[in-house]
Each structure stands twice: as structure tokens, then as C-alpha cells.
């Protein structure tokens, strides 16, 4: 049988001792009323017996009987005044706790703490042995793991003068893509300390830590190569191979990803809803054209091989529903195209404008058809798009 919480539980002892308490205020007012009726009778009787001494005060029956009368409906009413009142001070106590349990998210806090048992030792197996599983808990490859452990090791957010050390780099930045590449219930810092062996506090202070060394780095990774540079004349050619040596130039590329959202949003979550029935935010992105289909990955500036795909400019937090040429707007490309070396440009799609910097295929007029020639430079373009819109769909 199901078994029923104890907030239910407790709710109904509660209604069963309101009942309880009503049936005996009831009962005792009811016996309070019996007995002075009783009392009543026995004094009318007397009276009548004792006329003689009612002739002697010269009082009649009727008038002695009339003030026993009187005194004894006000006891009455004095005492059963006094035992309502006494009952339902208690209903109105039983009232208000009822009303604490129910709007009381949690009824006991256990003093005994949650036993933890950390599994941070299986993830060095992992990475020897099982690389498939290495990524599966942390969302990277042992060999970018390492990477972006160099990168932020000498920080001086790992550094401190306490006498209570901090946990090593490699288990913060663990703990940190551990956390950020689940969602739900399963990132809560509760549950991450119990994977990891830490305290709840120590899981928030690993996440800061991490994402304050990841941001100082961003200029590092994030920026548009200069023209004289190893980066830029790999991308020519990158881009002549894939087209023609007219096209060299064309080294960047733009596109939108939509990174899913867990749930529907309580504030205007209709905005969030994208053409393809789902709740998310629009990411536009804008690569240089040294790209494959590998993942992205961390590597100083003056060492990207051309199977990397290095990120030049971003734009992040439009919601989904957000037209991707809305989007492209919060990049600082389209707000200062001087930022694009001069006779470079931008491939894009057809969601794009077509500037003289942001080259975008040639789309079919309404009742009509494209020539040979505009079918010719879209089929070519396609080329060099192809691999791009490969790297930045969102990984299921």
C-alpha cells in the first residue's frame, strides 16, 4: 500500500483532536444546563414547602421563586460562557498549528548529517581506461580536462593565507563541470556534494572560484585574429580549399545554436518558445573558418591547430523565439563592422543581411525562380557553411 507523508499524517491527528474537543465542550455545556435545571427544581419545591417562612419576610411565593430564578440562569450562563471560552481558545490553537503545518515546506531537520561518499577517485580510471565515461560526468575529454586545468591552476583565486587549504585545483574544476553540465534535481549543490564527498558550501565556493579563473581568461580565447597573424593565413586557407582563391578572404562565419532551457520559465515564458516547440535561448556565434567537426577546445591563442574551432565574437541571453538577424545584433561585430579586417566578411545563412561584410546566399523571389549563376554561388557557399552549422548544433 502507498504509504502516506507525514504532513498528512499529522494533519489529520490534528482535525480528529478538533473534533475531539468540540464533541466535549458540547458534552460538558449540555451537563452544565442538566444540572442547573435540577438545581432550579429543587428550589421551586422549597420554597413552596416553606411558605410559612416566605409570610414571615413578607414575601410571596411567586416573588422568592422569581429571584431564585434570575440567580440561577446567570450562573448558568456565567459558567457555560466560561467553558466555551476555554474550549475554543484550544480550537483556536489547534487552528493556527494546523495552518503552520501546511504552509511549513519543511517539518524536521535532521541532526544526523547525510553520509557522503565521494567518487572523484573513479574519474582518474576514467580518464585511463574509459574516456567515454570521463565525459559522460563531466561533459570533456580527459585531454581538454587537462587543458583548461593548466590555463587556470596559477590563479590567484586558488591562493590563500588561511590555515584551512583549499581543495585542489583538479577536484574544484571537477566539481565545477560536474555541476554545470547537469540540470535539474541532479546540480543542486546537495547532490553534488554527495557525489563529490564535500560539503553543500563547499560546492558553491568551487563554482565561483572556477567561473572567476574561466572569465579571466575570456579575452584569451574570445578575439578576432589579427591579418598578419598564423591564425588568419591558416583560415585563408582553410576557406580557398573549400571554394576558390577569389573567396580566401571570406574567414569568419555566423550562425545561431539554441541552448535548451530545463523548464518553462515563470516570467514570459511564451518568449522563450522557439519555432521548434521548445523553451530556450538564442546563441549567436561567430567562428573563424579553422573548423571541423571536433569539439571546442581550450588552447592558447598562439597555438590553434586547424581541427579546432576558435570562437571570435558571441551573443548570448535573447530568448528563443528571437529572429537569429534580431540576435546577431547583440554581437560586437554587427555593431562595429570595422572590427572585421578590411576585404574580409562573414558567411551566413539566409536569416542573415547581406552587407558587404556578412555575405549571405541569394534567396528565391516570390513567383519566380533563381538563375543558373546565383545557383551556382549558392551551391559553393554550402561548402564552406556546411561544417559550421556541424560544430555549433547543440549537443543532445
Known amino acids: ?6 504532513r498528512k499524517e499529522i494533519l489529520q491527528v490534528l482535525d480528529d483532536t478538533a473534533i475531539t474537543v468540540a464533541r466535549m465542550r458540547n458534552e460538558e455545556i449540555s451537563a452544565s444546563l442538566d444540572s442547573s435545571d435540577l438545581e432550579l427544581t429543587d428550589c421551586w419545591t422549597d420554597t413552596s414547602s416553606n411558605s410559612s417562612l416566605s409570610d414571615s419576610f413578607s414575601l410571596s411565593p411567586m416573588s422568592l421563586s422569581s ?11 456565567s459558567t457555560t460562557e466560561m467553558i466555551d471560552k476555554q474550549y475554543n481558545q484550544l480550537l483556536s490553537e489547534l487552528r493556527a498549528l494546523r495552518d503552520e503545518v501546511v504552509t511549513t515546506r519543511v517539518l524536521e531537520r535532521l541532526t544526523e548529517p547525510m553520509p557522503k561518499a565521494s567518487q572523484l577517485h573513479i574519474l582518474e580510471h576514467c580518464a585511463e581506461h574509459h574516456p567515454d565515461q570521463f565525459c559522460q560526468k563531466l561533459h570533456v575529454d580527459p585531454h581538454i580536462f587537462d587543458d583548461i586545468l593548466d590555463q587556470i591552476s596559477e590563479h590567484p583565486v586558488f591562493q590563500n593565507q588561511s590555515n584551512n587549504r583549499q581543495l585542489p585545483v583538479a577536484i574544484q574544476l571537477a566539481v565545477f563541470l560536474f555541476r554545470a553540465g547537469h540540470y535539474g534535481n541532479a546540480c543542486t549543490p546537495e547532490d553534488v556534494a554527495q557525489w563529490a564527498g564535500v560539503s553543500a558550501g563547499m560546492v558553491i565556493n568551487c563554482t565561483h572560484r572556477v567561473m572567476a579563473a574561466v572569465l579571466d581568461q575570456h579575452d584569451q580565447f574570445i578575439y578576432i585574429p589579427d591579418v598578419q597573424s598564423e591564425d588568419m593565413r591558416e583560415a585563408w586557407m582553410f576557406a580557398e580549399s573549400r571554394a576558390c582563391r577569389a573567396w580566401r578572404n571570406g574567414v569568419f562565419a555566423a550562425d545561431g545554436s539554441a541552448i535548451n532551457l530545463y523548464a518553462r520559465p515563470g516570467m514570459f515564458a511564451d518568449a522563450f518558445y522557439d519555432r521548434k516547440s521548445r523553451f530556450s ?16 577546445t581550450l588552447q592558447p591563442k598562439t597555438t590553434i591547430m586547424p581541427h579546432n574551432l576558435m570562437i571570435v565574437d558571441y551573443a548570448l541571453g535573447q530568448p528563443g523565439s528571437v529572429h537569429d538577424a534580431y540576435a546577431f545584433q547583440g554581437t560586437r561585430m554587427s555593431q562595429d563592422p570595422t572590427l572585421i579586417p578590411p576585404r574580409h566578411w562573414i558567411w551566413a545563412d539566409s536569416a542573415y543581411p547581406s552587407e558587404t561584410w556578412c555575405a549571405v546566399p541569394f534567396k528565391k523571389p516570390r513567383g519566380g525562380n533563381l538563375s543558373h549563376r546565383q545557383h551556382l554561388y549558392n551551391r559553393y557557399l554550402s561548402k564552406v557553411r556546411t561544417i559550421f552549422s556541424t560544430c555549433t548544433r547543440p549537443q543532445q
Open 67 to 77: 429571584m431564585s430564578l434570575d440567580s440561577e440562569s446567570t450562573d448558568t450562563i
Open 281 to 296: 535561448l538564442n546563441c549567436q556565434v561567430c567562428v573563424d573558418d579553422l573548423i571541423s567537426v571536433s569539439k571546442l
Open 1 to 6: 500500500m502507498p504509504r502516506v507523508s507525514i
